[in-house]
């Protein structure tokens, strides 16, 4: 007869510990049911003043379906629970986990050992069977990250988990203002990966923007940047930095094409970021032979519009002048600060 056993609870957050678990199960039963408990009401509760914020069931559940996606004999299930911290019930709890199995199940796994007289109770056709109780394999619980936060503890976290927690620094400003620079030296000092601005080499690849570049083009630009955006956080260290976004595409078709595009509005509504530094065009023009507002009178009203627009898409961002090195320097001194207490 065919092994079935279930390996249960709400991975807030997913860590390493829970990942040495479910892989050690699946290799001692036919079928294992990973099962993902969550309620909004008590998840939201534990995370209460912890340092991490709550986390939707939906995303949980994206972590373990990405990390089991090539195992075979592991499904996941989820169950909606309604109860809050303190009366959790653990029967109710044990029904619908039943149902959302929908089969025999002969083997309960967990690390706890004060699990036992409850899934003896709850289950007392199934085996229940401790997986490293003491946690030496992986000596990390949920409950140390809600405590200090999941940068304390980056190294446990899964590969699947960390891109939901990247913190996502934008640099905005208009042409020659040292944009593409600090966000490569940035994403250097932070050990990181970064995003070059697509539209460059959309550009590029045209043969240049002025007097070609058509309508249809700026919503290309804008889902081919976020692309990048999406490739480059997987492989992020805890922050990704990223040069220009969607109202800076919306600013061009404006500037280029005279038109301003719903879609790039949306594209804007839809994205998030950390930290939105703008470089203010106050470093001297450099003619790379793609920009062509040069003028310190056009470079000023561009950057005026460029302003408007990114207060119009309800987007905050911190203004950046100086020289190049004080640039860097303040860059640094935000981001340290954001990172502070977090
Ligand atoms: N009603 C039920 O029958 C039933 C059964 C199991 C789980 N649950 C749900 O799950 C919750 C309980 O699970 P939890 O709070 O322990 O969930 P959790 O997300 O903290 O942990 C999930 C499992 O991983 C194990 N684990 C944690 N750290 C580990 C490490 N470092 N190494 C190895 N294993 C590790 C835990 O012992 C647990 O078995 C309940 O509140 C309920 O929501 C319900």
Redesign the pocket.
Known sequence: MKRVG???????PF????V??IIKASTMVDELYV?L?H?EK?DHELCAGSKLSYIPGQIRLRWLSQLTKEMNNIKVVEVE?HDGNED?D??E??L??REAIGREIDT?????IE?GP??KE??PEAEHIL??EK?E???????QIREKGVFAYWDYIPDVAKPYFIKKIVILGTESCGKSTLTKNLALIYNTTYVKEYGRDYCEDLGGCDGIILEEDYPMIAYGHKLKEYEAIKSANKIVFIDTEAVVTQFYSELYNQKLQTVLNEVARNQEYDLCLYLEPDVKWVDDGLRVHGEQKVREENNLRLKDLLKENGMDFVSIGGTYQERLEKSIKLIDKMFEGI
Do not use: C, M, N
């Not at 860590?15 to 829970?18: E, V």
């Open positions: 279930f390996f249960g609870g709400k991975f807030l860590h390493q510990g829970h040495y678990s099962v408990s309620s008590r629970d959790y653990w029967k709890g044990a619908k986990i309960v796994f967990s690390s706890e699990y409850i899934f709850l289950y997986i490293d946690r394999q992986i000596p990390i619980s949920a409950t």
